[in-house]
């Protein structure tokens, strides 16, 4: 049949995932992927996502095969900008209002989409590579905004966690803040909660 670990290396080559689409590349027919998963050499996660079973990917580079135009966003972005040091308990993309929400009901790995519209989605994207993969994520600047744009929806200590390490932050790009808060018509909060600081 197939060269398993040719199969392995494909599979950690493209973050652990890959489309039905790609393993036919590969040269395996529906009737061999149907195989490899009832040999469990393979798990379906979803329609036509399949993962190498024990290859334990990143989470984030899982999200960005399995849904490429969303955006690790709020307090999934704020782990990474190292804003805060708790884990959410799903992950949180930001992902067009208007794409199939069916598409989102998964259960691994765990997320939670926020609906967008499309034209404040693609404000302030950084990509990150993680195990080969595009992965991406609200730069910190956009991440500030939206934890002031969601500041009902988060822990008061993450945050005043994020703002005062935001605050402390070198890397931190104040006039981009301000362009990005004028976007979202924050302009005044920003002020409030960061200026003052600056």
């Known amino acids: 049949m197939v060269i398993i670990g040719k199969l392995k290396e494909e599979f950690q080559g493209r973050g652990g995932i890959l489309k039905t689409s790609e393993l036919n590349e590969f040269g ?75 598409q989102y009901a998964i259960e691994y790995p765990l997320i939670e989409p926020f609906y967008l519209e499309p034209k404040l989605l693609q404000v302030g994207i950084d990509k990150i590579k993680i195990e080969g993969i595009a992965v991406k994520i609200y730069n910190r600047d956009r991440t500030i905004c939206d934890v002031l744009r969601y500041e009902t929806k988060l822990e008061k200590e993450v945050f005043n966690n994020a703002i005062q390490r935001y605050i402390k932050d070198r890397r931190k790009n104040v006039r981009r803040l301000f362009e990005y808060a004028e976007v979202f018509n924050i302009r005044n909060k920003v002020q409030t909660y960061i200026g003052v600081w600056l």
């Open 28 to 102: 395996l027919s529906s009737r061999q992927i149907k195989r490899l998963v009832d040999d469990g050499v393979i798990t379906r996660i979803k329609h036509g996502f399949y993962e190498l079973a024990g290859y334990v990917s990143r989470e984030e580079a899982v999200i960005a095969r399995l849904f490429p135009h969303a955006i690790i966003f709020l307090e999934s972005a704020l782990l990474h900008h190292s804003y805060t040091d708790r884990i959410p308990v799903a992950w949180q993309i930001a992902v067009d209002k208007n794409s199939t929400k069916s």
